[in-house]
């Protein structure tokens, strides 16, 4: 598929379905491509077509089995949105940095394939509502899903999930507590954390 040169084009686009319940549609929505008009449309529409199916398919469709609707904030990023969104400082990392996450047709600068969301779990924030209590969700993830990074964000218990070729498997939040749950090398990586998300729905995969 080529980039789409027209409003027919990015239609097509949209009709493509990335997994059971998501399409590419689902992912295209920008603020700041709305409101400071730049297309939101990816170069290299196969490779993000390629990383956002196993997103969706390895990460989300799980999610979204055991814990219900999920809410989609941010999807795919074209690099000109996300480079615009870092130099006015509207909470974009450089594209180098968003490659393979955020920007889903832009390989890293290790050649490696990804795609990243940042999703709002309204199970979560409905039946969770002590402060800290985003590190459920989070530990249910390390244990049952093969993401390769979560960001949690105080607003709604936000995160940013990444599907990656080589995931790192880290875990770090903007939520209180802040800075990194867990990582490679942490004793806590290793092992099962199901005393630490007790009450949360048996995965459905």
């Known amino acids: ?6 409003m027919k084009g990015l239609e097509e686009l949209g009709r493509v379905r990335l997994s059971k319940n998501f399409f590419f549609r689902d992912f295209l929505h920008s603020e700041i491509a709305d409101f400071y008009r730049i297309p939101n449309i990816p170069d290299d529409p196969e490779l993000a077509i390629e990383s956002g199916s196993r997103l ?6 799980p999610l979204e089995a055991t814990f219900g609707r999920l809410h989609i904030r941010s999807g795919y990023r074209a690099p000109a949105v ?3 969104g870092n ?12 490659a393979a996450h955020h920007i889903w047709d832009m390989r890293d600068l290790d050649g490696c ?4 969301v940042c999703i709002v779990v309204p ?9 800290g209590d985003w590190r459920k ?4 993830i390390h244990d049952h899903l093969p993401y390769a990074s979560l960001c949690f964000f105080p607003k709604l218990w936000a995160v940013n999930i990444q599907w990656h070729e080589r995931p790192q498997r880290t875990i770090q939040s903007f939520a209180q507590p802040r800075g990194m749950l867990t990582k490679r090398g ?17 995965p459905v995969i």
């Not at 969706?56 to 469709?61: A, G, N, S, V």
């Not at 969700?137 to 249910?140: G, I, R, T, V």
């Open 1 to 6: 598929m080529k980039k789409p040169g027209s």
């Open 56 to 61: 969706c398919e390895e990460l989300l469709e």
């Open 82 to 84: 996300n480079a615009f």
């Open 87 to 98: 130099r006015n400082g509207l909470n974009c990392s450089t594209n180098a940095h968003t």
């Open 113 to 116: 394939m990804g795609a990243a």
């Open 123 to 131: 199970w979560l924030i409905d039946n969770c509502r002590e402060e």
């Open 137 to 140: 969700l989070a530990w249910w």
């Open 186 to 202: 942490m004793a806590n990586w290793q092992g099962d954390h199901s005393a630490l998300y007790e009450g949360l729905p048996k």
